[in-house]
């Protein structure tokens, strides 16, 4: 049994009462730690170990410190310094004919997080950024791919209704300043109409800047409103979600079974995703013509619409079995506008170095390796 207590430290001091406290009574209740791993700001001192190995009856070697690390990865090296493996392995009397397992990978892995030095910039333009964890799986998935390309990964949180026009002019101005200096722009999945205005705001700044960009779910939704209504020139282009009675639905209400009930029509699970073509983007990431990934959503690109808006530029490059449900989109080189000039030097926009579409494909994967759902198909909605 592994017990894990909470060393804190007042006045400079460890205090090791609570957990001596904790200790007893889970004794009280008939159960005994073999091993105690003590959280505590700092490295638990050796004087404070003898102690609570002391009191709590545990060998000082199962007395585990897991104080405070610069990066999360560096736990289980933490972990190993101290032999937790070890300790387990012969606790349970566990056969290991191979030997302790090798993490000298984990252990470059944390070296190359230590050394990173240059820095890429990506902003993040969704509804709830006052509380970061409403995005945490795409922070990592982006953080993973920052790691594979030796880049020290920069979030810019951008909210998304202070890129509509009834914004605040000054909260307006800093918020399309910050797209203008990040190197990639990703725009999340999401619910509600609260804020799409200024994600299909955010989907056009990235197309006619030309900066390297994702959309997941809500947010390929946004970048096709945005086709339709800018380069198509459809006023009326909108998602049945957000506007039922709309003129020109370019994403509609598809669901798995009934069109009438909301409960359990959901398109949910793994569904298989044809790639028409070996060299778009998607087919190069995956390494093949199909995908399989899972999905959860209702609401789909108009299959009315895909010959008009493909002729524009944005190609289809992604759909289900059926050949009705839209997956996978990448933006034509063609569909793109003649690059704005470049900006003064010491403005920090324009920055577009070959890595940075790297970073953003990489991070397509990442998400969809540890995600694992709706993701780079950023098909219709999460």
Same mark, same amino acid.
């Given at each position: 049994m592994l017990q894990v207590t909470l060393v804190p430290t007042m006045s400079d001091e460890q205090k090791t009462k609570p957990t001596q406290h904790a200790v007893k009574e889970l004794r009280s209740a008939g159960f005994a730690p073999d091993m105690i791993c003590c959280r505590c700001e700092t490295e638990l001192g050796q004087d404070q170990r003898k102690k609570l190995g002391l009191f709590c009856q545990v060998g000082k070697e199962s007395i585990i410190s897991v104080h405070n690390v610069s990066e999360i990865y560096k736990v289980p090296l933490l972990l190993k310094s101290q032999n937790v493996a070890e300790i387990i392995a012969n606790r349970l009397k566990m056969y290991l004919p191979k030997g302790m397992p090798n993490i000298a990978p984990w252990e470059q892995l944390c070296k190359r997080i230590d050394n990173l030095e240059e820095s890429v910039q990506i902003?993040? =333009? $969704?509804?709830? #950024?006052s509380g970061t964890d409403a995005y945490l799986s795409v922070t990592k998935a982006?953080?993973?791919?920052?790691?594979a390309v030796n880049r020290k990964l920069e979030i810019v949180? =951008? #909210?998304a209704e202070d890129l509509e026009d009834d914004a605040d002019k000054a909260a307006q101005d800093a918020a399309f300043q910050q797209l203008r200096k990040c190197h990639?722009?990703? =725009?999340?999945? $999401?619910?509600? &109409?609260?804020?799409v205005l200024g994600k299909v705001r955010a989907c056009r700044f990235a197309r006619?800047?030309?900066? *390297?960009?994702?959309?997941?779910c809500l947010g390929m939704q946004a970048a096709v409103i945005d086709m339709a209504r800018n380069v198509l020139k459809w006023n009326d282009a909108n998602s049945q979600e957000f506007n039922k009675a709309c003129k020109k639905p370019v994403v509609i209400f598809m669901p798995e079974g009934s069109k009438t009930h909301m409960g359990g029509t959901m398109r949910l699970g793994t569904r298989r995703t044809l790639v028409k073509s070996e060299e778009c983007v998607t087919a190069k990431l995956y390494k093949g013509s199909n995908v399989d990934e899972r999905h959860r959503h209702r609401y789909e =690109?108009? *299959?009315? &619409?895909?010959p008009a808006l493909e002729k524009a530029g944005l190609n289809f490059v992604g759909m289900d079995e059926t050949g009705e449900r839209m997956e996978v989109v990448e933006l034509a080189d063609k569909a793109r506008p003649p690059p704005s000039p470049p900006p003064p030097p010491g403005s920090g926009g324009g920055a577009r170095p070959g890595w940075v579409p790297r970073i953003i494909r990489e991070a397509r994967r990442h998400i969809l390796s540890t995600w694992r759902r709706s993701s780079i198909r950023s098909s219709s909605r999460a």
């Open positions: 902003a993040l =333009v $969704g509804k709830y #950024t982006l953080q993973h791919a920052a790691i949180w =951008v #909210t990639g722009i990703l =725009v999340p999945g $999401g619910f509600g &109409d609260r804020g006619e800047e030309k900066k *390297p960009f994702l959309g997941i =690109v108009n *299959p009315k &619409d895909v």
